[in-house]
C-alpha cells in the first residue's frame, strides 16, 4: 500500500504559479513512477504529467509544456509539481498517482494510489 497526499493548491491569478508537493508513505517511494492528473469541472481526469522510477525520464501533455516540471525527491518520499504562467483553463482538481509500472503512463488506469486531490483555481 502507498498512501498519497497533494498539498499546495490554492487560487492564483492568470500568469502566477503554484507548487503542488504530493508526499507518499506505505511501501517504498523509489519502486514507483508518479503522475500527477487532473479534473475540471465538468470534465473526465486528465493526465498532466509523470515521472519515472528513476526520475530520469518524464512526459508531460502538450498544453502544460514549458509552463509545468514535474520532480521528486527520494530522500522525502515527494513528488512535485512546479506549476507557472497558469491560465485559467489550468482550473482542476490535481491528483497525483503512483504505478508499479517501469514506463510512464498516461492512462489512469494504469495507476495503482490516487491522492485526495487539491484544487487549483486560476482567476483570469
Same mark, same amino acid.
Given at each position: 500500500?502507498?498512501?498519497?497526499? !497533494?498539498?499546495?493548491?490554492?487560487?492564483?491569478?492568470? %500568469? =502566477? #504559479?503554484?507548487?503542488?508537493?504530493?508526499?507518499?508513505? /506505505? $511501501?517504498?517511494?523509489?519502486?514507483?513512477?508518479?503522475?500527477?492528473?487532473?479534473?475540471?469541472?465538468?470534465?473526465?481526469? !486528465?493526465?498532466?504529467?509523470?515521472?519515472?522510477?528513476? %526520475? =530520469? #525520464?518524464?512526459?508531460?501533455?502538450?498544453?502544460?509544456? /514549458? $509552463?509545468?516540471?514535474?520532480?521528486?525527491?527520494?530522500?522525502?518520499?515527494?513528488?512535485?509539481?512546479?506549476?507557472?504562467?497558469?491560465?485559467?483553463?489550468?482550473?482542476?482538481?490535481?491528483?497525483?498517482?503512483?504505478?508499479?509500472?517501469?514506463?510512464?503512463?498516461?492512462?489512469?488506469?494504469q495507476y495503482d494510489y490516487w491522492g485526495q486531490g487539491t484544487q487549483v483555481t486560476v482567476s483570469s
Amino acid at each position: 500500500q502507498v498512501q498519497l497526499e !497533494e498539498s499546495g493548491g490554492g487560487l492564483v491569478q492568470a %500568469g =502566477g #504559479s503554484l507548487r503542488l508537493s504530493c508526499a507518499a508513505s /506505505g $511501501r517504498t517511494f523509489r519502486d514507483y513512477g508518479m503522475g500527477w492528473f487532473r479534473q475540471g469541472p465538468g470534465k473526465e481526469r !486528465e493526465f498532466v504529467t509523470a515521472i519515472r522510477r528513476s %526520475g =530520469g #525520464s518524464t512526459i508531460y501533455r502538450d498544453s502544460v509544456k /514549458g $509552463r509545468f516540471t514535474i520532480s521528486r525527491d527520494i530522500a522525502k518520499n515527494t513528488v512535485y509539481l512546479q506549476m507557472n504562467s497558469l491560465k485559467p483553463e489550468d482550473t482542476a482538481v490535481y491528483y497525483c498517482a503512483a504505478t508499479a509500472s517501469w514506463v510512464v503512463p498516461t492512462s489512469p488506469t494504469q495507476y495503482d494510489y490516487w491522492g485526495q486531490g487539491t484544487q487549483v483555481t486560476v482567476s483570469s
